[in-house]
């Protein structure tokens, strides 16, 4: 999930925030909650250490399942029934499907993706370390802080016997840094089972969940041309990578940063050898959305300029691959903000909303009318990089956020929405 946050105060909504706000009373700390989160932590941190320490990246078959033995029996423990999904696709570990059935009304789905754009090898050379406020290592918060955490607020609800819900359905997926090829499908028919959609990405610093989020298109250009002799006959040859330059030009003007529409080169590659004029070259962008219309203009330009080219005889071929739509600004969205604020103020802390342009799940139960609530997860930064932490600070609140957000929503989920 790359991230880029734009941190915004909160509007508070009194309606949508529950009997306490709208009798103008902030609600006080749930003193029994608050006792649990604090006497998880040092098991929470255990368990983090234990995960993170566990390679997973993206395709990582082995290493996702190993974390998936971690995991599995702690949820079995909760009496939760586990359904292990294969992917749906090759080349990737099963999806994890935690259900458990109470006597109460709402059905809740929790998200959160065990999958890190590590590879092989990380661990060894960066394990987890916990300095001062912050613990480091491969996907410690993005996204395996989310999974401790989720585990966690199920053993608090566990422990005190609280029912008051009709499904709490946990999904860990194994492929969401690739857009969720492998679990598409499955999120899909959990979305329809549910109320109420939560997911477990890293908190917005310095501490906000996350209301709006873009979508996320892989725009690939690929240039066939013709290989030659780079040194005996170059003139024969229809080199595809100055074909690809004159490609990328075409595109400069587009933005690369900013809260709106956003496309990036992430990848390049052109030729074989350096003596041999390149065939083939080709290259990949991150496309980041807040409008589904925007892409279309993106891509548009881009498949007009492929029918132009500067070196005859080349052909260019435009492809996408949509990973996940945006999470646009919806009302149903912020009442479950005003939820979660109402309850951070129970602990003397403002919780900001913010939006970034990493796409997540949370986009495709809100295009089906489930509100969805996203950004639940210890609060974290420098993803996708080996700077990447957590903020300690927040571990204990965000899991007591969590446990209570669970709690209300079991006893009254939110009407669906009108999907955008």
Known sequence: MMRRAATGLAILMLGAAGPALSAGKLPARDAKIWAAAEGARAEQLKLLEQVVNLDSGTGDVEGGRRVAEVLIPRLKALGMSIETVKAEI???PENIVAT?????????????????????????????????DRATGPGVS?????????????????????????????????SEERGSP????????????????????????????????????????????????AGVAPQDGRNAAEELIHQLWAVEAFPKTGDGMTLNLTLLSAGARNNIIPED?????????????????????????????AIPDTKVTVTRQTS??????????????????????????????????????SALA??????????????????????????????????????KLIMELGKAPPPRMTAP
């Not at 598409?184 to 979305?191: F, G, K, S, V």
């Open 90 to 92: 090759d080349g990737l």
């Open 100 to 132: 458990q059935t109470g006597t109460g009304k709402g059905r809740i789905l929790i998200i959160a993706h065990l999958d890190t754009v590590f590879g092989p090898g990380t661990v060894a050379k960066w394990p987890f370390r916990i300095s001062g």
């Open 142 to 174: 993005d996204e395996k802080g989310g999974v401790v955490e989720a585990v966690y607020a199920l053993q608090i609800l566990h422990d005190l016997g609280f029912k008051d819900f009709k499904q709490i359905t946990l999904l860990i997926e194994s």
């Open 182 to 229: 492998g679990t598409r499908a499955l999120i899909d028919r959990l979305i329809k089972d549910a109320d109420v959609e939560l997911n477990m990405e890293p908190g917005d610093p310095p501490d906000a969940v996350t209301v709006w989020r873009k979508g996320s298109t892989v725009i690939g250009i690929s240039v066939k041309g013709r290989a030659a002799h």
């Open 281 to 309: 070259a080709s290259a990949t962008f991150s496309l980041r959305v807040r409008d589904k219309a925007d892409a279309e203009k993106v891509i548009g330009a881009m498949e007009t300029s492929a029918r132009t080219t």
């Open 324 to 361: 996940f739509p945006p999470l646009p600004n919806n009302a149903g969205t912020d009442a479950l903000a005003a939820r979660a604020e109402a309850i951070y103020a129970g602990l003397g802390r403002t919780l900001g909303r913010a939006g970034n342009g990493g796409a997540s799940e």
């Open 366 to 403: 809100a295009e089906a009318g489930v509100p969805a609530l996203d950004g639940l997860g210890p609060v974290g930064g420098d993803f996708h990089s080996e700077k990447e932490f957590l903020d300690l600070t927040t571990l204990t609140p965000r899991l007591y956020l969590l446990t």
